[in-house]
């Protein structure tokens, strides 16, 4: 079974022997590969929509995983217990719904459990939830899928809330990838501050005109450390 490559990197942070928890699954292909590939011990794949599910249990049906996968209606980790995963991965949704959803599981801040996220748009506010509920953000990756870039990363609860670079939730861990991708995702995110920037400049507040000019100074330095480092 082929995994997008947008999945695949995901995928790839999943502990091996975990039961994992698919959130947003759709078809279930995730949730297929992991179990297909020995990474997962058995897995979760949950949906807040009842034609995902269907898609997903043919997935699980034509691949034979009745007895590893169980499908769950769920609107995020509603209906999850904590004890039915130790890894959980949310692909494909925007960064803002994640941490809507993260941020109902209290349940999530337990030092053995693992959150991945592949967020479609708005990934500082996932990584805000981190950052401020004191999860570490372990590793990041990018890729480019079908000519788009992608990110996604894993986290992990700590109870520590650190202090980070004012630009911290729009780079996250990206900076330490030493992938092209990485760089060509974070000029994206750049380009896109600067944007704001320009707008905040002409109708909004010299206040937050003043933040985000300091965000994208400190971007630009940590791109460009990045390519003096390769
Ligand atoms: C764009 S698809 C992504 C599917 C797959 N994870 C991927 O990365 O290709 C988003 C899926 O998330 C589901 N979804 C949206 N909101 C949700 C929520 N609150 N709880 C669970 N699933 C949700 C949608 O029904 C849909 O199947």
Same mark, same amino acid.
């Given at each position: 079974?082929?995994?997008?490559?947008?999945?695949?990197?995901?995928?790839?942070?999943?502990?091996?022997?975990?039961?994992?928890?698919?959130?947003?699954?759709?078809?279930?292909?995730?949730?297929?590969? /992991?179990? /297909?590939?020995?990474?997962?011990?058995?897995?979760?794949?949950?949906?807040?929509?009842?034609?995902?599910?269907?898609?997903?249990?043919?997935?699980?049906?034509?691949?034979?995983?009745?007895?590893?996968?169980?499908?769950?209606?769920?609107?995020?980790?509603?209906?999850?217990?904590?004890? %039915?995963?130790?890894?959980?991965?949310?692909?494909?949704?925007?960064?803002?719904?994640? %941490?809507? /959803?993260?941020?109902?599981?209290?349940? /999530?801040?337990?030092?053995?459990?693992?959150?991945?996220?592949?967020?479609?748009?708005?990934?500082?506010?996932?990584?805000?939830?981190?950052?401020?509920?004191?999860?570490?953000?372990?590793?990041?990756?990018?890729?480019?899928?079908?000519?788009?870039?992608?990110?996604?990363?894993?986290?992990?609860?700590?109870?520590?809330?650190? &202090?980070?670079?004012?630009?911290?939730?729009?780079?996250? &861990?990206?900076?330490?990838?030493?992938?092209?991708?990485?760089?060509?995702?974070?000029?994206?995110?750049?380009?896109?501050?600067?944007?704001?920037? %320009?707008?905040?400049?002409?109708?909004?507040?010299?206040?937050?005109?003043?933040?985000?000019?300091?965000?994208?100074?400190?971007?630009?330095?940590?791109?460009?450390?990045?390519?003096?480092?390769?």
């Amino acid at each position: 079974m082929n995994l997008s490559e947008r999945m695949l990197m995901a995928a790839k942070m999943v502990r091996k022997g975990n039961a994992v928890a698919d959130i947003g699954t759709d078809h279930a292909y995730l949730a297929a590969w /992991l179990v /297909l590939n020995g990474i997962a011990s058995k897995a979760l794949a949950c949906d807040i929509r009842k034609s995902p599910l269907e898609n997903a249990r043919k997935t699980v049906e034509h691949y034979g995983l009745k007895d590893k996968i169980t499908l769950r209606l769920s609107d995020g980790f509603d209906d999850i217990e904590p004890f %039915e995963a130790d890894d959980f991965i949310m692909c494909g949704m925007g960064g803002t719904l994640m %941490e809507q /959803l993260a941020s109902r599981a209290y349940w /999530l801040k337990d030092k053995s459990k693992r959150i991945i996220v592949q967020p479609q748009s708005h990934a500082e506010d996932i990584r805000r939830f981190f950052v401020e509920n004191g999860f570490e953000i372990l590793c990041e990756d990018a890729c480019i899928d079908s000519g788009k870039l992608y990110c996604a990363m894993a986290a992990e609860y700590t109870g520590e809330i650190k &202090e980070k670079p004012i630009s911290y939730i729009y780079t996250g &861990e990206l900076s330490k990838c030493a992938k092209p991708e990485a760089k060509l995702y974070l000029e994206k995110i750049n380009a896109q501050l600067k944007k704001k920037l %320009e707008a905040e400049k002409i109708h909004g507040s010299a206040e937050v005109a003043c933040y985000l000019e300091k965000i994208t100074l400190k971007t630009e330095e940590i791109i460009n450390g990045m390519q003096a480092d390769g």
